[in-house]
């Protein structure tokens, strides 16, 4: 009965978070069979190690850290050609379909920003995650992580802030 019971919260946290753990490894990998075959290793390593999760309150933090974990091992073993990822494909919303000026403004700015700024942001805005689950999940600390988003917001204003003073003087 046990193992029922551990079987089916499994299904439901993988169920829950799965296409918040895939669009997080398309992001890692940027390759879409590759973040595929990434969520399901984890998955799996998740199972494996499924009776060491202590708080099911943190369970997706915990999920995107054996993510993580994953593509570092995956990319220690395997050096893909490096190719930029175009954000369109990878929504913030699954119903993301706007092409005004303002998201296409949006997109080029988050691809201008450095990775150690635009991990943080997409953690905190595609997962939800909470700064404490993002420094668990990025291996920093706490205050690093505040610091590193409030860099994040602010490089997106200062990229941004002309665009909005155009429209505001039209």
């Known amino acids: 009965m046990r193992q029922k019971q551990k079987q089916l919260e499994y ?15 398309l992001w890692l990998c940027r390759d879409k069979s590759m973040a595929e075959d990434l969520v399901q290793e984890s998955c799996m390593r998740a199972w494996k190690s499924f009776d060491k999760l ?18 570092a091992r995956q990319y ?16 913030l919303r699954d119903t993301d ?15 201008e920003l450095a990775n150690e700024y635009k991990e943080p942001l997409l953690l905190q ?22 610091t590193r988003l ?3 917001k602010q490089k997106l204003r200062e990229v941004l802030q002309p665009a909005n003073e155009q429209v505001s003087t039209k």
């Not at 220690?76 to 929504?91: C, K």
């Not at 939800?128 to 706490?142: F, H, Q, T």
């Open 150 to 152: 409030f860099r994040a």
């Open 11 to 25: 299904e439901r946290l993988v169920l829950v978070y799965s296409d918040e753990l895939f669009r997080y490894a």
């Open 54 to 71: 202590r708080e099911t309150t943190s369970s997706k933090a915990w999920l995107m850290t054996i993510l993580r974990n994953e593509h």
């Open 76 to 91: 220690a073993r395997y050096r893909p050609d490096m190719v930029d990822l175009d954000l369109d494909m990878l929504s």
């Open 97 to 111: 379909n706007d092409t005004s000026p303002e998201a296409f403004a949006l997109k080029q700015a988050l691809n």
């Open 125 to 146: 805005v595609i997962g939800g995650l909470s700064c404490e689950e993002i420094a668990s999940v990025c291996n920093i600390s706490k205050s690093a992580t505040m």
